[in-house]
C-alpha cells in the first residue's frame, strides 16, 4: 500500500500499545484525477415474487437479536439480518422482504 510504505515510523507521540506508530503522509503520491460523479440512485425495483413483512420487538439486548427467512421446499435462503443489526431496545423494526 503506497500510504503505508511512505509513513514515517515512530513519529506519533501518543501512540497507544499495539498500534504501528506511524506517521502517514496522505499528500500527493501520484497524478490527480477529477472525482468520479456518483452513480444514479436507482429508482426501488417492484416486488415480482411474494412481499414478506417481519415485525419484530428487540429484547434488552438487541444487538443479540437476527433472524433468516429459509424456503423449505428449496432448503434457499430468502433473507436474513445478523445479530448486531438491530440496536436499540424494546424497539419495533419492521422489515419487508421480496420472496422470488
Given amino acids: 500500500d503506497a500510504i503505508s510504505n511512505r509513513a514515517t515510523i515512530d513519529k506519533v507521540t501518543d501512540a497507544k ?3 504501528p506508530n506511524k506517521l502517514l503522509y496522505v499528500g500527493e503520491i501520484g497524478p ?6 456518483p452513480r444514479p440512485t436507482t429508482s426501488p425495483t417492484p416486488c415480482e415474487g411474494k ?4 415485525m419484530l420487538k428487540t429484547d434488552l439486548y438487541p444487538a443479540e437479536t ?9 432448503n434457499e435462503l430468502q ?22
Fill in 17 to 19: 500499545t499495539g498500534t
Fill in 32 to 37: 490527480t484525477y477529477s472525482p468520479t460523479p
Fill in 51 to 54: 412481499s414478506f413483512e417481519i
Fill in 66 to 74: 437476527g433472524w433468516f427467512l429459509v424456503n423449505l421446499c428449496t
Fill in 79 to 100: 433473507d436474513e439480518v445478523l445479530p448486531g443489526s438491530y440496536t436499540n431496545s424494546n424497539t419495533i423494526y419492521t422489515e419487508n422482504v421480496c420472496i422470488p
